[in-house]
């Protein structure tokens, strides 16, 4: 199955490079920064083996692709492999995005099989605008900017994240060099 994007009009390159650098600027300096989102996460305790804090729900590492699940400061699932965004579509970092919508079958809304059929995304656990979600994709490609998983740890995150829960997509490079 070949999934390509839906496309109203070409993006010229240089924007294309000048949104890439912007977001790899914000998610490097993201850890870094003063917002009281970054200091309240500098202040947590970290979950023992990973680079989020006690406070999150569920875990993304965008240096190792690995994602866990939490419940209590304590690791209930993973780590496990999923893909994430590649460049020019990165997945974006933050330290407190929230889960906001759950659907069973989602269909993507900006991207397309190569028969136009909305592109499947099943499990979707959506935690930042623009739609990115956790949801079932193949984790050996990048993604368009979704944590993709596997099938059987899509359901079993779409099954375990509530909304409201805290999802943190993180550097570990990052956290770890700002808590040093």
Not at 44 to 60: E, M
Not at 147 to 167: C, K, M, P, Y
């Amino acid at each position: 199955m070949s999934i390509t994007r839906n496309t109203r009009s070409p993006r010229p390159a240089i924007v294309v490079a000048l949104v890439t650098a912007a977001l790899a600027l914000i998610g490097v300096g993201t850890a870094l920064a003063a917002t009281p989102a970054a200091q309240a996460f500098r202040e947590q305790p970290l979950v023992p083996g990973t680079p989020c804090t006690i406070t999150a729900s569920a875990c993304v590492d965008l240096d190792s692709k690995q994602s866990w699940l939490f419940e209590n400061g304590t690791i209930t699932h993973g780590p496990v492999p999923v893909a994430i965004g590649g460049p020019g579509k990165e997945t974006p970092v933050g330290h407190s995005l929230r889960v906001y919508r759950k659907e069973e079958l989602h269909k993507s809304g900006e991207y397309t099989m190569s028969n136009g059929e909305p592109a499947p995304m099943p499990w979707s656990v959506f935690f930042q605008d623009g739609g990115i979600a956790f949801h079932e994709g193949r984790t050996d490609t990048p993604s368009a900017g979704c944590v993709r998983l596997s099938r059987e740890n899509a359901i079993t995150w779409f099954n375990n994240l509530e909304i409201g829960d805290q999802v943190q997509v993180v550097s570990a490079q990052v956290v770890h060099a700002a808590r040093a």
